[in-house]
């Protein structure tokens, strides 16, 4: 039992029952990733572009925790002080997360980014234009600073909060808020970029400014809805004291409500500016993404990414009640692998829907791994935050 004042905040770590998850989610992962080495020998093209987009969904938890980490440090919030362990568990994964980048990086490119062909740049304009930020060095390098700057305020701000733990300084607060304020500008900065040069640029043709962040709203949305169902799962028995109470999954519901209208937000813009202005360069990736099977996915997307939740989290009975709020966070997960998928997939399978086997070997093997590595580092450290005050305050109504 640690103490801040006359706080009593205990010290509370995963079960053995999220051992067993662990263990299930590394053998899940291994046989991915077996399943995976054979579908580059079988189809090195094809199984390079279904593991971008298990590449992009799974990022986006690491990249989501750090900036939550970030966001709540800002703004603060009770919310953000009690989850705080699951975010840095999520953002921790940030190493990991390189690792799964160097497959596509080293082998990949080729069979994925148009621009890395000198012959083809030489023969398109949109290619020739871009050559200069679009070529494999200086590629390589954004990469680099990427990752830099993100395990650098990602890992700095856990080390902020393991020191609060030891000593309890009440000054830590405001010392994380004034280190996360910038680290939060070039996060979103970085991160955009990111997904620009990741998942934009293997269809050079089309150009948004709205992209990024709005792959980047959606990893904070799924990152929300992840930790939800964890924190739910492990608060069972009223392990945590009453901190886990209706007063917090409320809060955490908004949050999930608010990113899921921002997301929307993001989505119709891009689609209002491009769609009746009749872009001729950019209309084309909607027109690939709503022909054949993917104008079904589509009209999906719109009822599974933003009506569904849209209607179940204006509810605040809903919101504060952990069994239905963690079906809308169950919903929001998978959902938000279906819009991940077109967004990702049309690029290559222009003719039509079409879905593979190495479209599940890529998600459940890089899946399977994270998962293993997310719960091994939730499992380190206490899941509250020993020495802040500004823990949620027990209540009555506790999840149970």
């Known amino acids: 039992m640690s103490v801040h004042g006359a706080v009593h905040i205990p010290d509370i770590r995963l079960g053995s029952r999220a051992a067993s998850i662990e263990r299930i989610a590394g053998v899940v992962g291994g046989l991915g990733l077996l399943l995976c080495a054979a579908g580059f020998f079988w189809n090195r093209t094809l199984f390079f572009q279904s593991y971008l987009f298990a590449l992009v969904y799974w990022a986006g938890f690491a990249l989501g925790g750090l900036g939550i980490l970030l966001l709540n440090n800002v703004v603060g919030g009770k919310w953000g002080v009690t989850t705080r362990s699951f975010f840095i568990a999520a953002m921790r994964t940030l190493p990991l997360i390189a690792l799964f980048v160097l497959p596509l990086f080293l082998l990949g490119m080729k069979d994925v980014y148009p621009w890395t062909h000198p012959d083809l740049v030489s023969h398109n304009d949109f290619l020739w234009h871009k050559r ?4 494999v060095p200086f590629f390589w390098v954004r990469v680099a600073i990427y990752f830099a700057i993100w395990v650098f305020w990602g890992f700095r701000v856990r080390t902020m909060s393991d020191l609060q733990d030891q000593n309890g300084d009440a000054s830590w607060p405001v010392r994380m808020r004034q280190f996360s304020a ?5 996060f979103v900065l970085t991160a955009t970029f990111a997904y620009i040069d990741w998942v934009l640029s293997a269809d050079p043709q089309f150009y ?7 792959i980047l709203i959606g990893d904070v949305l799924q990152t929300f809805a992840l930790t939800i169902i964890v924190l739910i799962l492990v608060s069972k028995s009223d392990r945590f004291g009453g901190r886990v109470n209706s007063a917090l999954l ?3 519901g908004n949050l999930m409500f608010a990113f899921t209208i921002f997301w929307t937000y993001l989505s119709l813009s891009q689609l209002i500016i491009i769609w009746p202005a009749n ?26 990414m933003f009506v569904v939740p849209f209607l179940a989290l204006l509810s605040q009975a809903r919101k504060q009640n952990p069994k239905r709020l963690i079906r809308v966070a169950i919903w929001i997960l998978c959902a938000r692998a279906v819009d991940l998928f077109w967004i990702v997939e049309p690029t290559f399978r222009t003719h039509g829907f079409a879905i593979y086997w190495t479209d599940f070997a890529a998600f459940f093997g890089l899946g399977g791994i994270w ?3 997310y719960l091994r ?4 450290r206490p899941l509250l935050p020993l020495r802040d005050a500004r823990v949620m305050a027990p209540l009555a109504e506790a999840v149970v």
Do not use: C, K
């Not at 200069?132 to 070529?135: I, S």
């Not at 948004?208 to 709005?214: I, L, N, P, Q, R």
């Not at 872009?279 to 599974?304: D, K, M, S």
């Not at 580092?377 to 380190?380: A, C, R, S, T, V």
């Open 132 to 135: 200069h930020y679009l070529n």
């Open 182 to 186: 910038p680290g939060l500008l070039i």
């Open 208 to 214: 948004s400014t709205v992209y990024g962040a709005m």
């Open 250 to 252: 409320h809060d955490l």
């Open 279 to 304: 872009l001729p360069q950019e209309l084309q990736w909607y027109l690939v993404r709503v022909r054949g099977g993917w104008t079904v996915i589509a009209a999906g997307i719109a009822l599974v």
């Open 371 to 373: 998962v293993f590595v």
């Open 377 to 380: 580092y939730l499992g380190e």
